[in-house]
């Protein structure tokens, strides 16, 4: 099931420095859509992909659905493997856009 | 001129009864999207999502947002499904969105045909001879076949999009 690595698009790249800028904290799919005002239809396949490469990992927030009355949140963490294959996209990125810049 | 403001007061009426009538129905018709949308995941992942995707729907204020961001989910749903055909068959992703989506014309297709045949066989398009009995004829296996025979030649590709989970 394990993909090799998602690929790195603008969209995976908002997704990614939300989660690193909040790597303390699990975050709910709604929390990172405010953020990076991704539509729901991009999101959720981004956050699966990363999922299934072992960038993320998710899990059910501490609550009980029937007490709380509304169904729980998922919650949305880097892996060490994934912060630092975050950090190497980011740093790809960078020195491509510093390369651009510096040309100019 | 009562006329018309008595028209006027009608509309709005209706205008408003409408209204409080979208309002209550929307989060039910959010709830119904949000299970569609699962319901095109593979069987181990939709509970999770639906609940996952019920509960990202109340951060959201208003039942036109939530609507729309319901149907969302039915975008999502359909690119994990390309992501899952990806990762399964080994192809690049946008080969397999193209299988996807080729697959889902078919199935369209097939659809569209069978259920023009089935229109055709019920209502009797083919006029009768008038010696012949109509009810007869209608049931006589010279409409039936051919529509059963279309049917099982549309199977196989109803069991490939089963297989595929599409």
Redesign the interface.
Known sequence: MAINSPRITGPTLQVLGHLISNAQDGQAGSDISKSTGLASGTLYPILARFEKCGWLLSEWEALDPVAAGRPRKRLYRLTANGLSQSKKAFSNVYSLVGGLVWQE | MAGINGGGFLLAVLSKLAADEIKEWLPKLSSLIVRVAALRLPPHERD??Q??????L???PGGIVRTM??L?????AQ??QV?GMA?RFGLC?NTAYLAFQTVRVMLWMELVIARVHLSKATRGRISAPEHVNVAEWTNSGRKRWPTVLKTVASLPLFLFRVTLNL
């Open positions: 999770r999502y609940e996952e995707w019920e509960a990202d109340l951060e959201y961001r319901a969302g989910f039915i975008v999502a690119r994990m992501d990762t992703w």
